[in-house]
């Protein structure tokens, strides 16, 4: 090939790269002005406080969801989070042992486990046996969710932590627990913060786990040991509804919980940049 | 390393019984610690034991009934009790198919303009948006599909691909278009798994050496050129290994594909057909199943995800390890 021909091939693959990058950002920008267009005049200061109305009313609002899937974030990290930090701290302070090696490999398949997976499991855990859907079920699928996402980022937080700080602090009379819990964990805390507020963004618009554990309410309950209402719940039932009310609702849901999701990622990513400069790879 | 520790502080030289005795106090700390975290690492695995072994039970009737004809029998009819699985495997890996072959493409020119090409200020807020795809719930994705891509599947793209591209012949793309179809999950599917695919790509292709690209600039090669010729073969494997990690989030995604498949238990030929995937029909008929056999027979679809995303998912990893251990 003549130099000028390879120059052209060069810039022609080198436009399609440009291209290739406006459509993979096109779906997004599609989906929320979509998601504006038809929530933004549904969302008034009732729907954080009413009830849903009987289907096919309009009105109404979805306070129990709302609170609902606070309940259940809030399970799932009584859950989550301890499990995943305290396995993070082990992996990063036994990086090469076997046994760190195999529950790190384990973790990533744990955490590429199809979450509708999680739901039956947790269906077979606490529904089948105590003879009922609750909000503690749709918990612990949540929560077995989260354990993979924290337990890597702690552990990489952890990671950043520089070796000279602990070794000053062993240096100076500190066991190993006290240089980790006091030295260490701190320094990494607002890495580990930022990495539990990634899980929970993730986690609080899944749907799929909740189906059979949490299943749902329309009315208003808060108790541990009932359905409970969720908003990714909601939408959906609201979405496959043939009513063009429902169909309004489920906008302006989609609407709340993209904006919980976005300010909680956003957070994240904020708070991850300012501490350790790496918010943009 | 505590154990190699503790013998060298017990024989403290100066023997002061109030320090031997705080250290020791400490060294209990640490057993303490080590213990707890230990155990907290030891949870993961357990977890996924847990999952594996009561998923297994609840699915053994189903599967022992039925042997290896679960996954081969088409027929799924609960009414008459028939639990074939085979028209839910064939639409999990037709539509997870059809998203990798639209996403790839994507995420691949994505990594590429975001690694390599694009000037410094574009390449934070495109990565950004691209990444944020990844946070948007599986059932606004859905909510999306009903409204504005079912429409879409109807007109103009199934007249497009049928008359303008001349493929309704092709059993592929004939009989009728409701929207509804293994096409429109396919589509979503894409969509969904291009930030995972395009994340796991970028990473990779940051992890080749500058000396590769500066020795391919050297010896003349156009920008282009070192693109193919010395960092996409360096980062192969890697890139395998992401395209699979988005087939393991394709194969599990449930929400979408349910709102969209329009779940029927049929095998069709054409992707304009509605089909249903494993987890679609989990999520479909789970609440609804009265009979035991048909609860055991949707565990052993849940079996069957279980497995499939395990073997999937830990290809996956080995592959993008292989590349990104010595960047490290």
């Known amino acids: ?281 | 390393m505590t154990d190699a520790a503790a013998p060298t502080r017990e024989t403290d030289p100066l023997g002061v019984s109030p320090v031997a005795a705080a250290m020791k106090a400490s060294l209990h700390g640490d057993r303490i610690y080590h213990v707890l975290t230990t155990a907290f690492a030891a949870a993961v695995p357990l977890l996924l034991l847990l999952i594996a072994i009561s998923i297994g039970l609840a699915a053994w009737p189903a599967l022992s009934l039925a042997g290896l004809s679960f996954i081969t029998a088409s027929e799924w009819d609960v009414a008459a009790g028939q639990f074939g699985a085979a028209p839910a495997i064939y639409g999990t890996l037709v539509s997870s198919a059809i998203a990798l072959v639209l996403a790839t493409p994507l995420a691949l020119g994505v990594s590429i303009f975001l690694s390599e090409i694009a000037p410094k200020w574009l390449r934070q807020p495109v990565g950004f948006l691209v990444d944020l795809l990844a946070a948007i719930p599986s059932v606004v994705y859905g909510l999306w599909g009903i409204f504005v891509l079912i429409p879409l599947m109807r007109d103009p793209v199934g007249p497009f691909l049928r008359e303008t591209l001349g493929l309704a012949k092709t059993p592929m793309f004939s009989g009728p278009n409701y929207g509804y179809s293994m096409l429109a999950a396919g589509v979503i599917l894409a969509i969904m798994i291009l930030p995972f695919i395009s994340a796991v790509t970028r990473e990779v292709l940051l992890a080749v050496p500058r000396s590769q690209r500066e020795a391919a600039l050297a010896l003349g090669a156009t920008r282009w050129e070192m693109i193919r010729d010395a960092v996409l073969p360096f980062a192969r494997s890697g890139i395998i290994g992401g395209i699979i990690l988005g087939l393991g989030r394709a194969l599990g995604e449930t929400m979408a594909v349910t709102m969209l498949i329009g779940n029927r238990p049929e095998i069709s030929a054409s992707l304009f057909a509605p089909g249903y995937t494993m987890a679609s029909l989990i999520a479909n008929e789970f609440s609804e199943a009265t009979s035991d056999m048909h609860l055991s027979a949707l565990m052993a679809v849940g079996a069957v995800l279980f497995v499939v995303t395990l073997i999937v998912n830990a290809i996956a990893r080995w592959l993008v390890w292989r590349v990104t251990k010595g960047a490290r």
């Open chain 1, 1 to 281: 090939m003549s130099r000028r021909r390879r120059q052209a091939q060069s810039v022609m693959m080198i436009s399609m790269t440009y291209a290739a990058a406006a459509i993979a950002t096109l779906p997004l920008l599609l989906i929320l002005l979509h998601l504006l267009r038809e929530g933004a005049a549904f969302i008034r200061p009732g729907f954080f406080t009413e009830m849903p109305m009987p289907v096919g009313e309009d009105g109404g609002g979805m306070a129990n969801a709302i609170v609902g899937t606070l309940i259940l974030v809030g399970v799932a990290s009584v859950i989550g989070l301890p499990i995943g930090i305290g396995a993070g701290m082990y992996l990063a302070e036994r990086r090469g042992a076997p046994f760190a090696t195999a529950v790190r490999f384990l973790s990533d398949v744990l955490n590429g486990l199809p979450s509708i997976v999680l739901g039956i499991f947790a269906w077979e855990f606490l529904v089948r046996p105590f003879g009922g859907f609750s909000a503690m079920a749709g918990g612990l699928a949540l929560g077995a969710m989260m354990i993979p996402l924290v337990t890597r980022t702690t552990e990489e937080m952890i990671r950043l932590v520089p070796v000279s700080l602990r070794e000053a602090a062993l240096a100076l009379g500190y066991t190993r627990w006290r240089t980790s819990m006091t030295i260490v964990l701190r320094t990494a805390l607002p890495g580990i913060v930022t990495g539990a507020l990634v899980a929970i963004a993730r986690i609080a618009g899944e749907t799929a786990p909740l189906l059979f554990t949490a299943l749902g309410n329309q009315f208003w309950s808060t108790s541990l040991d009932e359905p409970i209402a969720a908003l990714p719940l909601q939408i959906f039932s609201y979405a496959i509804s043939p009513y063009d009310t429902a169909h309004a609702q489920a906008w302006a849901g989609a609407l709340v919980l993209i904006a919980i999701v976005l300010v909680i990622s956003l957070i994240a990513r904020y708070a991850t940049r300012s501490r350790f400069g790496l918010g943009g790879d």
